[in-house]
């Protein structure tokens, strides 16, 4: 894993360092595996509570309230599971970095929209396809000539 800091509104936060108040789970995983699967506690739940972080300021943990609301737990923790493969340590490593993933989206800053005038080309063939459509209804329709 790389030492990512993702830049905020509020300044930089070193996902990094947020691994340290990461809590872990561990249980048995689903699927195939034989007799191994029924001793070994592979899966991994990666679980990480906002509100109780000391590394982040009020401002950002706010900012993950609102940007990961439905992703928060009732207990008030961000969680992120992996049991893809049979080595518990890499699931660690797996569930560690999409929970890493999931904060670093967050918190970056989403792109304002530059607005566009829309180009000449672009209003001919708008007004073109209106005409097309519109001459298509009318022949779809019946004059009161055509039954007389």
Known sequence: ???????????????????????????????????????????????FMPANSVKLTEEEKELLQKKLSRKIDKDGYITATDDSTRSQYTNRERAVKK??????KAFTPKKERIATAATAASKHERVKAKRLHSEKKQMRKISLTDLL
Do not use: W
């Not at 930089?12 to 029924?38: A, C, D, I, M």
């Open 99 to 104: 929970l890493l993933e999931l904060l670093a």
């Open 1 to 47: 894993m790389s030492d990512k800091i993702t830049k905020t509104p509020f300044g930089k936060v070193p996902l990094k360092q947020l691994v340290s108040e990461f809590t872990f789970k561990y249980s048995r995983s689903s699927g195939p595996g034989g007799q191994h699967v029924n001793k070994v506690n592979t899966k991994v739940t990666a679980a």
